[in-house]
């Protein structure tokens, strides 16, 4: 089932969230969110794009979201993604859904453009941003650090 995300979930979300923060360089975050800083994060967002939990069994296994991509007004039309699955459930369709929904919503809203980024390497990510239809428009190599190493970032887009 998915839903629309509010500050009350942010537990489970920090729960899946904070599992790649601590051992992966896909979050480029270095220290686990708290439950109050996710709940704020989730509340900032939903004020104004969509937030989507996706549950089985009544447990909360993934979320995606929106947010906008830089704050000049010209920008207005384009925003960045996210989606992130608990590591029990890759591989099972759960970002796919996710991602629909919240591209769904997207053009119901009249936004044009969006945008993914993506550390690299990160093979599942790439796959599933080009089964949604992303094309990768941008590398920058060495743009990150962290676990001592630099990171690649590359960014997808969709044109809705």
Same mark, same amino acid.
């Given at each position: 089932m998915i839903r629309?995300? &509010? #500050?009350?979930?942010?537990? @489970?979300v920090c729960t899946i969230y904070n599992h790649y923060v601590a051992n992966t *360089? *896909?979050?480029f975050e270095e220290q686990p969110i708290s439950i109050d800083e996710m709940a704020g994060r989730i509340e900032e967002v939903t004020h104004v794009l969509p937030w989507y939990l996706y549950e089985e069994s009544g447990r909360v296994v993934g979320?995606?979201?929106? *947010? #906008?991509?830089? &704050?000049?007004? @010209?920008?207005?039309?384009?925003v960045e993604s996210a989606v992130y699955v608990s590591s029990h459930f890759l591989g099972k369709g759960v970002g796919s859904k996710l991602y629909s929904a919240l591209i769904t919503e997207l053009q119901r809203r009249s936004f044009?453009?969006?945008i993914g980024g993506i550390?690299? #390497?990160n093979v599942a990510s790439i796959a599933l941003h080009e089964k949604? +239809?992303?094309? $990768?428009?941008?590398?920058f190599r060495e743009v +990150?650090? $962290?676990f001592q190493q630099r990171?690649?970032?590359?960014?997808w887009e969709l044109l809705l």
């Amino acid at each position: 089932m998915i839903r629309t995300a &509010s #500050p009350v979930d942010s537990q @489970a979300v920090c729960t899946i969230y904070n599992h790649y923060v601590a051992n992966t *360089i *896909i979050s480029f975050e270095e220290q686990p969110i708290s439950i109050d800083e996710m709940a704020g994060r989730i509340e900032e967002v939903t004020h104004v794009l969509p937030w989507y939990l996706y549950e089985e069994s009544g447990r909360v296994v993934g979320y995606a979201y929106a *947010i #906008p991509w830089k &704050s000049r007004s @010209a920008y207005r039309y384009a925003v960045e993604s996210a989606v992130y699955v608990s590591s029990h459930f890759l591989g099972k369709g759960v970002g796919s859904k996710l991602y629909s929904a919240l591209i769904t919503e997207l053009q119901r809203r009249s936004f044009h453009c969006v945008i993914g980024g993506i550390a690299l #390497p990160n093979v599942a990510s790439i796959a599933l941003h080009e089964k949604m +239809g992303f094309e $990768k428009v941008a590398h920058f190599r060495e743009v +990150g650090w $962290k676990f001592q190493q630099r990171i690649d970032v590359g960014y997808w887009e969709l044109l809705l």
